[in-house]
């Protein structure tokens, strides 16, 4: 079974600089997806960003970018300018392609909670 | 225009009772979802239903029931309540398992 471990419980960056933050995962899969989603306050829970396995190219949007490293089994997000909006709990996520019932599930790890300081 | 919604949003019960959490998406998606998020902020699965058909049904006790009337609502029933299934309960959709997941905005169940 899939495992996605997030490091870092909490972490705090101050308004305008960048933070990264960690996600590993275990997999004996080739093909997948990987995911942070965003959860502020409202409890909403947000997609940030997504990375499919089979693409180098590491995925951007706007401000959030993510470092994957498929041979390290490593996915982590980086915020760059950060904005007081975007303090909130960060999950990263892992699906499998579709080739079975492990397809129709996010594998989810317990999260990091990021502060924004003004 | 809600995408996926849920009712009701806050859910206070006592020990025993039986509710239920309805979920409705009007996306088109075929496939649906439940997912408990605990007081650590843990999330995880308890079911996937594809087309009506349940896919993925996790460790969760008979006490929860699912029920998908049709491609777009998916609700769960819970059984004699307990104290332990306080969580938020997060109905999802995607389009089959490639699409990316969209999320309702979560109930907050409290047994007392």
């Known amino acids: 079974a899939q495992t996605v471990t997030q490091s870092q419980p909490e972490m705090s960056v101050q308004e305008a600089e960048t933070v990264t933050l960690s996600c590993t995962y275990d997999?004996?899969?080739?093909?997948?997806?990987l995911f942070w989603y965003k959860q502020p306050p409202s409890r909403q829970m947000i997609l940030v960003i997504r990375?499919?396995?089979?693409?180098?190219q590491n995925a951007t949007e706007n401000r959030f970018s993510v470092n994957f490293q498929k041979a390290a089994k490593s996915f982590s997000l980086k915020i760059s300018d950060s904005q007081l909006g975007d303090a909130a709990m960060y999950f990263c996520?892992?699906?499998?392609?579709?080739?079975?019932?492990?397809?129709?599930?996010?594998?989810f790890g317990k999260g990091t909670k990021l502060s924004v300081i003004p | 225009d809600t995408a996926v919604s849920q009712t009701p949003k806050y859910l206070v019960t006592q020990m025993g009772n039986d509710k239920s959490i309805k979920c409705e998406q009007n996306?088109?998606?075929?496939?649906m979802y439940w997912y408990k998020q605990d007081s650590k902020k843990f999330l995880k699965i308890m079911f996937s239903?594809?087309?009506?058909?349940?896919?993925i049904n996790e460790t969760v006790p008979n006490r929860f029931s699912p029920k998908s009337p049709d491609k777009a609502h998916l609700n769960l029933h819970i059984n004699s309540l307990e104290l332990g299934d306080s969580a938020v309960y997060f109905c999802?959709?995607?389009?089959?398992?490639?699409?990316?997941?969209?999320f309702g905005p979560g109930t907050r169940l409290t047994v007392t």
């Open positions: 990375q499919e396995a089979y693409k180098q």
């Open positions: 999802a959709s995607s389009q089959g398992p490639v699409g990316v997941l969209t």
């Open positions: 996520a892992y699906r499998s392609r579709p080739s079975g019932a492990g397809s129709y599930q996010l594998t």
């Open positions: 239903y594809n087309n009506k058909e349940l896919i």
């Open positions: 996306l088109g998606h075929d496939t």
């Open positions: 997999t004996s899969e080739s093909d997948y997806y």
